[in-house]
T-cell receptor, first 115, second 114 residues
């Protein structure tokens, strides 16, 4: 049973560039969330996708956008990269959409460094 | 809004010592509470959870009790091992907040010495 898988594992981008991160949810899961974890801090919620729609969004600017595909996989896009966007980006999946209490499983993350 | 406060680390213990990592929360209603663990270079793993007051979550010798009266969810283990060295995150998910969004504390690094 495959868990949550993310790609790429590591990447380096230049300020102003755009980046796309990808996530495949755990088998059977239909809900995908994205979190940003800066070095030495706890993860912060970016947004959640269910039924191919953004259902909930955290306090992140519009430079952060996403998409969910019919097979439930998801992409996170960040435009006009800033140095402060350097972080570990975690994808999480769960079952059943916006219903609190469902167990959330995390991938190992994509390390983004902006130089 | 919702928030989680954890004791700051690092916490350094000798093997077989007793562990407590304090966690308190602020939330409207009755949140679900979680402890996640992050080993070096890895993503987050769910360690344990509790979904209502007085519930005790337990896993791998770790346990935490949902205390509504003190809004706390302290993590404990009777005898830590070197392999428990990791960063521990307390988190909550508020039921009124459609989206199953997790709010995390800042994390507590645990270092266990042989």
């Amino acid at each position: 049973d495959a868990g949550v898988t993310q790609s790429p594992t590591h990447l380096i981008k230049t300020r102003g560039q755009q980046v796309t991160l990808r996530c495949s949810p755990k088998s059977g899961h239909d809900t995908v969330s994205w979190y940003q974890q800066a070095l030495g801090q706890g993860p912060q919620f970016i947004f959640q996708y269910y039924e191919e729609e953004e259902r909930q969004r955290g306090n992140f600017p519009d430079r952060f956008s996403g998409h969910q595909f019919p097979n439930y996989s998801s992409e996170l896009n960040v435009n006009a990269l800033l140095l402060g966007d350097s972080a570990l980006y975690l994808c999480a999946s769960s079952l059943g959409g916006p219903a609190a209490g469902n167990t959330i499983y995390f991938g190992e993350g994509s390390w983004l460094t902006v130089v | 809004g919702n928030s989680v406060t954890q004791m700051e680390g690092p916490v350094t213990l000798s093997e077989e010592a007793f562990l407590t990592i304090n966690c308190t929360y602020t939330a409207t209603g009755y949140p679900s509470l979680f402890w996640y663990v992050q080993y070096p270079g890895e993503g987050l793993q769910l360690l344990l959870k509790a979904t209502k007051a007085d519930d005790k979550g337990s896993n791998k010798g770790f346990e935490a009790t949902y205390r509504k009266e003190t809004t706390s969810f302290h993590l404990e283990k009777g005898s830590v091992q070197v392999s428990d060295s990791a960063v521990y995150f307390c988190a909550l998910s508020a039921p009124y907040n459609a989206g199953n969004m997790l709010t995390f504390g800042g994390g507590t690094r645990l270092m266990v010495k042989p």
